[in-house]
């Protein structure tokens, strides 16, 4: 029972490259979403889906595309890596067809832009 | 718009003692609350909820606390372990999202002296 997955879990690029962070979870859960975490800030939202191949922004999506042809991939691209990427990535799932509203978390991508 | 924060970024308790872990929010309307626990290199962990037709829950050694006139709530740990050492979020969620995706406040440290 994997439950949800991320890769690569470290990374270490440089500005300009084009990054893709990978999600994959295994509980067929409608829901996915895409976070980031720096201190200071908490985690934030940068994208989010209802389904495959239904997908919003969310608080900061700016520099990041994401897709989701199949429903238990969620990956992250980012088209151009900036410095201030530099981040841990977690990726999360829900399905709220329970009493319950919250998310299962990923184990987080550390992403280094040089 | 929704705000969910913390007063104490780090709290040092020592083993044994019971833990008590704050949260304020501001947005009156806001009618579901999620703990999470994150351990350093992992994702977020679900711990508990509470809905605001309650005023407390209780789980196995935490407890909840909602105080809806003061726009507060609280994470109580009781004989606190060193395996509760971790950084605690409290969470609701967005409305921009349609209660999809969640907003987090910045964290408390807990660190658990032997």
């Known amino acids: 029972d994997a439950g949800i997955t991320q890769s690569p879990r470290y990374k270490i690029t440089e500005t300009g490259r084009q990054v893709t962070l990978m999600c994959h979870q295994t509980?067929?859960?409608?829901?996915m979403f895409w976070y980031r975490q720096d201190l200071g800030h908490g985690l934030r939202l940068i994208y989010y889906?209802?389904?495959?191949?239904?997908?919003d922004k969310g608080e900061v999506p700016d520099g990041y595309v994401v897709s989701r042809s199949k429903t238990e991939n969620f990956p992250l691209t980012l088209e151009s890596a900036t410095r201030s990427q530099t981040s841990v990535y977690f990726c999360?799932?829900?399905?709220?067809?329970?009493?319950?509203?919250?998310?299962?978390f990923g184990p987080g991508t550390r992403l280094l832009v040089l | 718009g929704e705000s969910v924060g913390l007063h104490l970024p780090t709290l040092s308790v020592q083993e044994g003692d019971n833990s008590i872990i704050n949260c304020a929010y501001s947005?009156?309307?806001?009618?579901?609350f999620i703990w999470y626990k994150q351990e350093s290199g992992k994702g977020p962990q679900f711990i508990i909820d509470?809905?605001?037709?309650?005023d407390k829950r209780q789980g196995q050694r935490v407890t909840v606390l909602l105080n809806k006139t003061v726009k507060h709530l609280s994470l109580q740990i009781a004989a606190t372990q060193p395996g509760d050492s971790a950084v605690y979020f409290c969470?609701?969620?967005?409305?921009?999202?349609?209660?999809?995706?969640?907003?987090f406040g910045s964290g408390t440290r807990l660190q658990v002296q032997p």
């Open positions: 509470i809905r605001s037709n309650m």
């Open positions: 999360a799932s829900s399905d709220f067809g329970t009493a319950q509203e919250t998310q299962y």
């Open positions: 969470a609701e969620p967005r409305g921009d999202t349609g209660r999809r995706a969640l907003t």
């Open positions: 947005n009156s309307a806001s009618d579901y």
């Open positions: 509980w067929s859960h409608s829901y």
């Open positions: 889906s209802a389904a495959a191949d239904i997908t």
